[in-house]
């Protein structure tokens, strides 16, 4: 008989030995002690495959593939999961003991609630904390920005009906596109009001190599769903005003500051020789 209340955190691993043992008993000590845990080792290396292998008594699977992206570990994982509720984890972060027990009330009494995130405690390199407030919403919401975080818990159900993660984005923004098309035909991201996620913010994460490359990223985005932008035209093209005056603002700002001037200043013979030779 399926237990129709089950939790399946998937957790997708590359090269995370350091981290993984954290994240994966972060999962298992919720106080909803309802789940499963598969951990998708992503073609890590063999420091990695090291600790997997002995985390792997602890888990209920783990799966190993060759390198193919986040995107396709997260639907091996999920195609792989007995649950009817699913939670991404990141192999390098890690929740409170209470997300699970909490978020899974809020899909359970409302059934237009599609996602439900948290606050986070976004942790810097240097041990420096601050907290992340995404907004949620609906799917207006979402067109500009991701509103919730990447490791959110929603139904097996929703995901395979709009696909499933997009595996041929493998350079990020693949949450963002993939709660697009969840609340593409409605329902709502909830939000608990409470920081029950560790978030590290590393120099060489995922979301920093593609904030790299987001201009592209933001255009398979934008062509991929432009119905969605056409019929929120004018919401979309105020979005994209405001974006380019509050970058130019921030750049006029730059050119005041005494270290630009300074540098300004000591560059300019060495343009002048530039230009003479």
């Known amino acids: 008989m399926k237990d129709n209340d089950l939790i399946s955190i998937v957790i997708p691993c590359f090269n995370d030995f350091k981290f993984v043992e954290q994240a994966v008993d972060s999962a298992l000590n919720q106080t909803n002690t309802n789940v499963e845990v598969i951990i998708v080792d992503d073609g890590s290396d063999l420091e990695t495959k090291e600790v997997l292998k002995r985390l792997e008594p602890k888990i209920t699977k783990l799966i190993i593939q060759e390198n193919q992206g986040q995107s396709k570990a997260r639907n091996e994982g999920i195609e792989a999961s007995n649950g009817q509720y699913i939670l991404v984890l990141d192999s390098d972060d890690f929740f409170e003991p209470s997300f699970c027990e909490k978020a899974l009330l809020i899909l359970k009494n409302d059934p237009d609630y599609r996602l439900v995130s948290c606050y986070a405690n976004l942790i810097f390199e240097d041990k420096k904390t601050t907290l992340f407030k995404p907004s949620g919403g609906d799917i207006v919401d979402f067109l500009f920005s991701n509103a919730a975080l990447g490791t959110s818990m929603f139904r097996k159900e929703d995901w395979k009906n709009c696909g499933g993660y997009d595996e041929t984005m493998r350079q990020g923004f693949e949450d963002w596109e ?100």
């Open 178 to 277: 993939f709660f697009i098309r969840l609340l593409k035909n409605g329902g709502t991201a909830y939000i608990i009001p409470e920081p029950l996620y560790n978030y590290r913010k590393r120099n060489y994460s995922t979301t920093t190599i593609a904030n790299k490359v987001k201009y592209s990223l933001l255009m398979v985005i934008y062509l991929k769903h432009k119905d969605l932008y056409v019929n929120h035209y004018e919401k979309f093209i105020t979005h994209l005003l405001y974006r380019i005056e509050r970058e130019e603002k921030e750049k006029i700002k730059n050119t005041l500051r005494l270290e630009f001037k300074i540098g300004k200043a000591v560059l300019k013979p060495f343009r002048w020789l530039k230009s003479k030779f």
